[in-house]
């Protein structure tokens, strides 16, 4: 069950970045992400009242809520596709969003006390390794994008680790319909603000953007972005975040057989070394959840109702 989750997870969260190129020709950043959240919040507000996910829920649970989403979704999705938009390949993107683990794992111990075994370590730097491979020559082949775009997407991670953290650090485990309603109510309202205030709210004609809209809603939304909270909860920090790992060179595949991109050795050799990270963190998970007597603080956390 936990791979075919892991699996579903890594193709939907790469769907993102295909569906980010998809509408990158036909509106901008905002507008696709206006009309990506606004009729989805709209439809989630309607049915949230008869959810019984809403009940014990404080104000403070809710608002928290807002930032996560704010952070995860808002700012996250914000900066990925605004780096597409200004030249900064997917693949790209992707590598650069695949350094999260590393931060992840490094932030883990301090704040979560979810410690991260040698071997564990010894995976994320070969995860590392494998997404730096399968676009490092993208990067540095003098493309469309200047060279201040690539911090973009890298602020998008750091959003992302943010949030990951305060949910973690949050005492009341908030129900996944619950939690996604807030997020997308939360993103429909900045993503239509930044749209009206930049006068791009009224959304093209294009099929190719409602294709592009659609695709993004069903996949990157509630496949990718929900099975993200799902494995959180069931796996911790480090095991979720060492499938990003694999982001990187399932873009490149995917860009390759849908939009023509060039696919060869490196980026085979990078698939392979980032397949090999994740075997490698997943079988050092037992030896790095307990360190000097500490309590399994990630089992314990995750031993509740799931998401």
């Given amino acids: 069950m936990n791979a075919l989750l892991s699996a579903a997870f890594v193709i939907c969260w790469s769907s993102g970045f295909i569906g980010a190129k998809l509408g990158a020709?036909?509106?901008?950043?905002?507008?696709?992400?206006?009309?990506?959240?606004?009729?989805?919040?709209?439809?989630?507000?309607?049915?949230?009242p008869a959810r019984a996910s809403w009940r014990g829920l404080t104000l403070r649970d809710v608002g928290r809520q807002v930032v996560v989403g704010a952070l995860s979704q808002s700012g996250y999705l914000l900066t990925v596709y605004w780096a597409i938009q200004l030249g900064v390949s997917s693949g790209t993107t992707a590598l650069i969003d695949g350094v999260q683990p590393l931060v992840a794992g490094a932030l883990a111990g301090p704040l979560l006390r979810q410690y991260v075994s040698r071997r564990q370590w010894l995976g994320l730097g070969l995860g590392v390794a494998g997404v730096a491979v399968v676009t490092g020559?993208?990067?540095?082949?003098?493309?469309?994008?200047?060279?201040?775009?690539?911090?973009?997407?890298?602020l998008g991670m750091l959003s992302l680790v943010a949030?990951?953290?305060?949910?973690?650090?949050?005492?009341?485990?908030v129900a996944p319909e619950a939690a996604l309603t807030t997020h997308c109510l939360t993103s429909a309202v900045v993503f239509t603000a930044l749209a009206v205030a930049s006068g791009a709210a009224v959304p093209p004609a294009e099929p190719a953007f409602w294709a592009a809209t659609a695709w993004l809603v069903v996949l990157a939304t509630f496949g990718g972005y929900g099975l993200y909270w799902i494995i959180l909860r069931r796996s911790g920090v480090t095991q979720v975040n060492t499938?990003?790992?694999?982001?990187?060179?399932?873009?490149?595949?995917?860009?390759?057989?849908?939009?023509g991109e060039p696919f060869g050795v490196q980026t085979a050799l990078g698939l392979a070394v980032a397949l090999a990270a994740v075997l490698v963190v997943r079988r050092g998970a037992g030896s790095g959840r307990r360190t000097s007597g500490a309590p399994d603080e990630a089992a314990t956390a995750t031993s509740g109702a799931r998401r």
């Fill in 25 to 48: 020709g036909s509106a901008s950043a905002v507008t696709i992400l206006m009309w990506r959240f606004l009729p989805l919040a709209l439809v989630l507000l309607a049915v949230a």
């Fill in 137 to 154: 020559a993208d990067a540095t082949s003098g493309g469309h994008a200047a060279w201040w775009a690539y911090a973009v997407p890298f």
């Fill in 163 to 173: 949030a990951t953290f305060l949910e973690e650090r949050s005492r009341t485990k």
């Fill in 243 to 259: 499938l990003m790992f694999l982001m990187a060179p399932v873009t490149a595949v995917w860009g390759a057989l849908m939009f």
